[in-house]
């Protein structure tokens, strides 16, 4: 059963949020864990190119390696599995599941980046524009339309997806080179 403590009065938006909260509790782990699989089976063989193409610059020493990519997808993808099977109120995995959405959506820029700087396919590209992009316009619609979300809460769940997209990705590759027994030097 599905607790709906979010702020509707009436039945039919009782419906909708029951609906979004479905589509989202489910759909959006099973999009990063897809793309976190064509990420896995497609970045090891593509480590080289991005060394290559970043020592023309001199920082090849910043691309992570294999393990730690390895670690960091493991890890993005396990959170949100845990968060859809976890006992959380509907508003709070709903919140939480539009960050993990609205992070995905932020996370098609860079590789739309890597394609135009690559000219050609990169690793998560094919999910990032198939999946992610059409499924996290749709988790946002949904929940606006649902009347849960407005351009306010919107801005807060943005800013916070773009700090775990940035920052918080950054700290998850230094800590899984940590882990990994990765030194800063790439060795």
Excluded: C
């Amino acid at each position: 059963m599905i607790n709906t403590d979010m702020p509707f009065n009436d039945r039919e938006n009782i419906v909708k949020a029951k609906t979004i909260l479905m589509l989202t509790r489910w759909f959006v782990p099973f999009s990063i864990t897809m793309h976190n699989i064509e990420e896995a089976f497609t970045l090891d063989p593509f480590l080289p190119v991005i060394k290559e193409r970043l020592s023309k610059y001199g920082h090849k020493d910043i691309v992570p390696s294999w393990p730690q990519y390895r670690l960091a997808l493991i890890t993005v993808t396990l959170i949100p599995l845990v968060v859809a099977i976890l006992p959380l109120k509907a508003a709070r995995r709903l919140t939480v599941m539009l960050v993990a959405s609205t992070t995905m959506l932020i996370n098609v820029i860079p590789h739309l980046a890597g394609l135009i700087i690559f000219k050609r396919y990169v690793p998560g590209l094919a999910s990032s524009l198939l999946i992610n992009l059409p499924s996290s316009i749709l988790s946002i619609f949904l929940a606006f339309r649902s009347g849960f979300l407005n351009t306010r809460k919107m801005a807060v769940i943005a800013a916070f997806a773009a700090m775990l997209h940035g920052p918080g990705l950054l700290s998850l590759m230094a800590a899984s080179g940590f882990l990994t027994g990765r030194s800063e030097t790439g060795e």
